[in-house]
């Protein structure tokens, strides 16, 4: 599982060619141009904010043949910061009702924090493919047991977590915690519809051999597991424990901009993009 270095994003060739034809085609030394945008931070959020470049995300139907899934979703959640600053609210949804927060400006805070608006670019893209794994661990002495599981079973994360050396640990407890903010964030009408029936609000028994958690315990989860791993050795390393301390402090925060992209830009995508 791999971890998002502290330090941001880095564009490839493509990514670069698709922002410098889209925005700028008629430039002439365009290997210039593209040394810019890696060079000036400021002039690269520029250029990838260009109202141009989200308009050809979104009439493109084959854009993830041209640009990585990393900077397509900087550019949705560049474009929801843009966009929430013209707004006065954000919307909270229960199982009956859609309640109006006035929090745009909060919201719009968090997201200016290149940090973690990179986190979170990283962190969508990476539920774009679901990995599966294998892992043997030692039950007792002369006897191994090998579990199979994929990077989107939560409960086996955390079981995993409980087995596993420390030093191997932020990978599981950074996981864990993105799923928890990816569920609320993108696919919130699953966490509620899978916990309760939607029409009487009734919670739905448990069955035996399926676990599952309410989004009350979603949130819960995903604010413990970003503060484990917050504070473990190797997050300081990469220079990431300020963007994990950030997401544990502003966990519902940090689902409203993801609530905003799944409901105006991916809408029914979702499913076709997630798997």
Known sequence: MSVLNGKGIRLSDRDLDFLVETVSPEVTDKPRLKQIIREDKDFRNTFIGHEKVFRRLTDDDEVFLKISPTL???????KTANDLEE????????????????DTKDVVEL?????????L??????FTKIESYAISFRVKKGIWKKIRFNNLDIFSLMNFCEVVEDEYRLGFYKRIADICLFILGIFPDYAERDYRYPFSGEVRPQIRGRLRISPVDYEKEGRKFYKLAAEHQSAK???????????????????????FIAEHYLQYK???LFG
């Open 72 to 78: 397509f979703f900087e550019i949705l959640l560049r």
């Open 87 to 102: 707004v006065s609210y954000t919307v909270e949804k229960t199982s009956t009702m859609r309640i109006p927060v006035f």
């Open 111 to 119: 997201l200016a924090k290149e940090s973690l608006l990179g986190y």
């Open 121 to 126: 670019a990283d962190m969508l893209s990476s």
């Open 237 to 259: 390393e990469l220079e990431l424990s300020g963007v994990f301390w950030a997401l544990h402090g502003n966990f519902q925060r940090a689902t409203k901009p993801l609530n």
């Open 270 to 272: 979702r499913h076709k």
